[in-house]
T-cell receptor, first 113, second 114 residues
């Protein structure tokens, strides 16, 4: 069964601290892995996208890693800011002739002052 | 630049009433279009996708239907809403099916069926 699991389910950190979110997947055939940020009541916005051959990608204070052998990914947020409070969703794309995206349930991050 | 518009932002409808959510894309042609639903505390679930005008594929059996009357217009409908249709509905688009193709989402519609 094609699934994407994320941990932790929720996380509270102090402003300025770092954190790491985890994503494990069992999706085949694998095309790419994306991390999205979703503010409450809004559509997801892409942070990073990694293909099978990429094992790390950065976007400002966000750094994503991908281990295609173990089917694991992480999203590291450095020097957190209050505006980082959101849900972070790991999404794996299946190459089935169209982009079929399998979504994780997300990690809800709260950055407190 | 490409933009995606989805409306309305929120909607409260009684059980048994019809539904029509609209999504339009600007700045691109022949996009792949998608409708997703996000139930409370759960991940996004693909409902429908379309690779061209009049071409609709359904991922899960349900009370909803989709139509694509124009290249950049995607409509989600129901003849009679159920309580279980409540949720957050998102429209998305992408172009081409390269492995690094980006998917862009609308702002979503919060539907509450009462």
């Amino acid at each position: 069964k094609n699934q994407v699991e994320q941990s932790p389910q929720s996380l509270i950190i102090l402003e300025g601290k770092n954190c790491t979110l985890q994503c494990n997947y069992t999706v085949s055939p694998f095309s790419n892995l994306r991390w999205y940020k979703q503010d409450t009541g809004r559509g997801p916005v892409s942070l990073t996208i990694m293909t099978f051959s990429e094992n790390t990608k950065s976007n400002g204070r966000y750094t994503a890693t991908l281990d295609a052998d173990t089917k694991q990914s992480s999203l590291h947020i450095t020097a957190s800011q209050l505006s980082d409070s959101a849900s972070y969703i790991c999404v794996v794309s299946m190459n089935t002739g169209f982009q079929k995206l399998v979504f994780g349930t997300g990690t809800r991050l709260l950055v407190s002052p | 630049s490409q933009t995606i518009h989805q409306w309305p932002a929120t909607l409260v409808q009684p059980v048994g009433s019809p539904l029509s959510l609209e999504c339009t894309v600007e700045g691109t042609s022949n996009p792949n279009l998608y409708w997703y639903r996000q139930a409370a505390g759960r991940g996004l679930q693909l409902l429908f996708y379309s690779v061209g005008i009049g071409q609709i594929s359904s991922e899960v059996p349900q009370n909803l239907s989709a139509s694509r009357p124009q290249d950049r217009q995607f409509i989600l409908s129901s003849k009679k809403l159920l309580l279980s249709d409540s949720g957050f509905y998102l429209c998305a688009w992408s172009v081409l099916d390269r492995e690094d193709t980006e998917a862009f989402f609308g702002q979503g519609t919060r539907l509450t069926v009462v």
